[in-house]
């Protein structure tokens, strides 16, 4: 059974002196739980929307809406924003000393979060000791860290080599379910690979195209990527995505 967690009601954003709206007449209702990939060309709109949802920005017209009060959200950027001094444990527990929370109470919590992502025990690690892959695990783990209800995810994966980000997606895929991910992307097979449905975008201005329900498979993993139900869903959005950057 399905739950809306969030509504987006005729939302549009116009930013100031700017003639045409970066986004216009958005309506979206997000399931509690799913994971919703917004795909679109360049300039479309996905990071205003996401920032929209993440309250970063005010629209010039709609509304959003959550079923009872604001949830916690994690916000996840292309680049993984570490702080360099800081060792992997302090990155990760920053927004838990923020909220007032001290070293020794977030200790357990940022264990817990480096365990989600992959990292169990490179708490003493600095970033400049990681990889590229690393980094990104640990603002994962840092967006993770204080539970959040809803993830939002704004290309976080795109530097990444092709291995690594697969790796990337697996970790994100074992958090489905748990948690509402809205994960903005460029990449066809990303959303397929990780979406229970896909939000079409088109620009000029920023509007839904369509929304597509992806078949989920049970595999994962390799398995998934070399299923034909995994080929297909691919064609699909790519053909999507095709009509999506048609002129009106
Ligand atoms: N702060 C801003 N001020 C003015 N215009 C902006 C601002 N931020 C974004 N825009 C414009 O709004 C439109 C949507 O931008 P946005 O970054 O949301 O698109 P996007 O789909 O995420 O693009 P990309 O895939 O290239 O990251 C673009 O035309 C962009 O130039």
Known sequence: MTAPLLTLINLSL???????????????????????????????GKSTLLRLVAGFATPTAGAIS???????????FQEPNLMPWADVADNVALPLRLAGMGRRAAA????????????????????????????MRVSLARALVDEPEVLLLDE??????????????????????????????????????????????????????????LDKASASGAALR???????????????LRQAMMPT
């Open 14 to 44: 116009t930013f100031p002196g700017r003639a045409a709206p970066a986004l216009s007449g958005v309506d979206l209702v997000v399931q509690r739980g799913e994971t919703l990939c917004l795909l679109g060309p360049s300039g479309c």
């Open 66 to 76: 959550w079923a009872g009060q604001k949830p916690e959200i994690g916000f996840v």
């Open 108 to 135: 357990p919590l940022v264990e817990a979060a480096l365990a989600r992502v992959g990292l169990a025990g490179q708490e003493r690690a600095l970033p400049r000791q990681l990889s590229g892959g690393m980094k």
């Open 156 to 213: 976080p994966f795109a530097s990444l080599d092709e291995i690594t980000r697969w790796e990337l997606n697996d970790a994100l895929q074992s958090l489905r379910g748990g948690v509402t991910i809205l994960f903005v992307t460029h990449s066809v097979f990303e959303a397929a690979y990780l979406a229970d449905r896909v939000a079409l975008l088109r620009a000029n201005p920023g509007k839904i195209h369509a929304l597509v329900t």
């Open 226 to 240: 070399a299923s034909p139900e995994y080929a297909k869903t691919c064609a699909t959005l790519s053909e999507g």
